[in-house]
C-alpha cells in the first residue's frame, strides 16, 4: 500500500485531528494499547505541519467519571481508565499540541459511553464554524475510537485521510486493527502517511 500512498498539499480548509492519544493508553497505563507510544513522534510531525500552514488542531479525550459504565467494576468491558482530572486521563507527556488546540472531552456521563469524538460533543459544530472540510485524523486506538470517529467524520460528509502510521490497535481479537483500516477505507476514507504530508497549501 505504501507505494500508492502520494503526497496530499494541505488545503485551507483542513484540520488535524489527534484521537485520544493519552496516558492511560500508553504502555505502562491502565488500558495500555501495545506499541502506542510510537504514534507520538509521528504526530508531532504532523503537527509541525499543520502549524506551519496555520492550520487547525483538534485532540479529543476519553474523560470519565469514576464510575463510567464501561468499567469493569460498573458491568463494563474495561479497567478504569483516562477518569477525569487524572494523570491517566492526560495527553501523552511527549505530544506538542499548541496552546490554541481544540480539546474535545467525550464519555464524560457515567451512564453514557461514546468511541467518537463526535458522539456527545460539539465536534461537528466546531469544525463547521472552522469551515473545516477535511480531517486528517491519527491517535488510539485504530479498532475503537479511531475507527469510530472516521466514521461517524465520513457520515457527516467530511473528507477524511487516515494516518497510517499514526495509529495503533488494541487488537483485542488478532486482526481487529487490520478490519478497522479495511472498514474505513472501504467506507471512503483516503489512506495517507504523515511524510506525505506537506505544509504548502494548494
Not at 53 to 74: E, K, M, N
Not at 130 to 149: E, I, S, W
Request: proline share 7%.
Amino acid at each position: 500500500m505504501a507505494g500508492e500512498l502520494r503526497p496530499i498539499p494541505l488545503r485551507a480548509d483542513d484540520a488535524l485531528l489527534i484521537v485520544d492519544v493519552q496516558s492511560d493508553f500508553l504502555p505502562g497505563g491502565s488500558l495500555a494499547v501495545p506499541r502506542g507510544d510510537e504514534v507520538v513522534a509521528v504526530l508531532n510531525g504532523c503537527l509541525q505541519a499543520f502549524r506551519q500552514a496555520g492550520l487547525p488542531v483538534v485532540a479529543t479525550r476519553d474523560w470519565h467519571p469514576p464510575d463510567h459504565c464501561s468499567f469493569r467494576p460498573q458491568g463494563g468491558p474495561w479497567p478504569p481508565h483516562c477518569v477525569a482530572g487524572s494523570a491517566g486521563a492526560g495527553f501523552a507527556p511527549g505530544l506538542q499540541l499548541p496552546a490554541q488546540a481544540l480539546v474535545i472531552s467525550k464519555a464524560t456521563q457515567p451512564q453514557s459511553d461514546a468511541y467518537s469524538g463526535f458522539e456527545g460533543t460539539a465536534l461537528d459544530q466546531r469544525l463547521r464554524q472552522a469551515g473545516v472540510g477535511r480531517l486528517f485524523v491519527g491517535g488510539l486506538a485504530t479498532d475503537y475510537c479511531v475507527l469510530n470517529t472516521v466514521c461517524d467524520a465520513l457520515r457527516l460528509g467530511y473528507q477524511t485521510v487516515l494516518l497510517l502510521d499514526a495509529i495503533r490497535a488494541v487488537d483485542v481479537h488478532a486482526g481487529d486493527g487490520e478490519r478497522a483500516i479495511a472498514r474505513m477505507l472501504q467506507l471512503g476514507a483516503l489512506a495517507a502517511s504523515s511524510q506525505h504530508i506537506w505544509a504548502g497549501t494548494a
